[in-house]
């Protein structure tokens, strides 16, 4: 029928204690070394000792074994190999060395959040007590991984490879990359141009904004070193974020409120221009933000 959802992302660090470390502290939960678990989204996230940071692997669920059949004939269209049998399609896409898993597996949903309350002018939604964000003292633990966010020296060629290959749609198309999306999720996958392959980003879906301030803060609160940028709203996708960075130089982000794209037909991105694109509103974006501190390593492994 098609895709669903990310399922697991392999992410390659020279310590992988440190990054576990890190990791725990997001809110993510490690059921075995290494390895981690979202709140709805079970395993999620593996981490493997690796020479220089990056991804490894992306894991895709689809729901039968004709979407693996039909990625098959469109790679092979593309003369791209894939190995398939009756339960999982396994291929790499050619530009950034990227594994790709695409794996039969049962959707899964998350409980639904708490409504919140908003008082605004005119509108009181809440009257004699404070707000439930305000009240919350628990850790925040994501409930999903929402989407990652990759380079590659040749973005059209590794666009083309997950949506004419991989059957991801494209929900924004700015010049400099595209946000695509194998769900509901605005975005499960963002490609952008970049002078080698490295992964950018890693998000992780919690319940409001409250969760996304709660949590980023309290990962500076431990070190302020972590801190990237946030808190704001991207325009593209809509989302809160707030980004932190691991003791690879991953970025790691808190996501809430992204948009969600249930009628393809009835999705119309908006003409975004500038900057705005990317900052509905948030301070000012750091330059590490776009040239991550190791793009010299990246660059020098493209030279060597
Ligand atoms: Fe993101």
Not at 85 to 93: F, I, K, M, N
Not at 237 to 248: R, V
């Amino acid at each position: 029928m098609a895709l669903h959802r990310l399922t697991t992302i392999t992410v390659g660090v020279p310590d992988v204690a440190a990054a576990a470390a890190f990791y725990r502290e997001f809110g993510l939960a490690e059921h075995a070394p290494g390895t981690f678990e979202t709140s709805a989204g079970g395993e999620q996230l593996r981490l493997l000792p690796a020479t220089r940071r990056g991804l490894v692997e992306l894991g895709i669920g689809a729901d039968d074994p004709d979407d693996l059949a039909r990625i098959a004939r469109a790679l092979d269209k593309l003369g791209m190999a894939a190995s398939a049998d009756g339960t999982a399609l396994q291929a790499v896409e050619p530009v950034t060395g990227l594994a790709i898993t695409v794996t039969i597996t049962p959707r899964t949903s998350a409980p639904a959040a708490e409504r919140v309350t908003c008082n605004a002018p005119g509108r009181i939604e809440r009257a004699n007590r404070p707000a439930e964000g305000v009240l919350r003292n628990d850790p925040v633990r994501p409930i999903k991984l929402s989407h990652v966010a990759i380079a590659s020296p040749d973005h059209e060629a590794t666009i083309r490879f997950f949506t004419d290959g991989i059957g991801f749609a494209v929900s924004d198309r700015p010049a400099f990359g595209a946000f695509m999306r194998c769900s509901e999720d605005h975005h499960n996958l963002a490609v952008q141009m970049g002078p080698g392959t490295f992964l950018h980003h890693t998000a992780w879906e919690v319940a409001d904004v409250d969760e996304v301030g709660r949590g980023g803060g309290a990962m500076i609160g431990a070190d302020p070193a972590r801190h990237v940028w946030g808190l704001g709203r991207h325009a593209i996708g809509s989302n809160f974020f707030w980004y932190l960075c691991d003791p690879a130089g991953n970025f790691a982000e808190y996501v809430s409120d992204l948009d969600r794209i249930t009628d393809a037909g009835a999705y119309e991105p908006p003409m975004w221009a500038g900057p705005q694109m990317v900052r509905a509103w948030a301070p000012p974006m750091p330059p590490e933000f776009l040239a991550p501190r190791d793009l010299g390593e990246v660059l020098g492994e493209l030279l060597s």
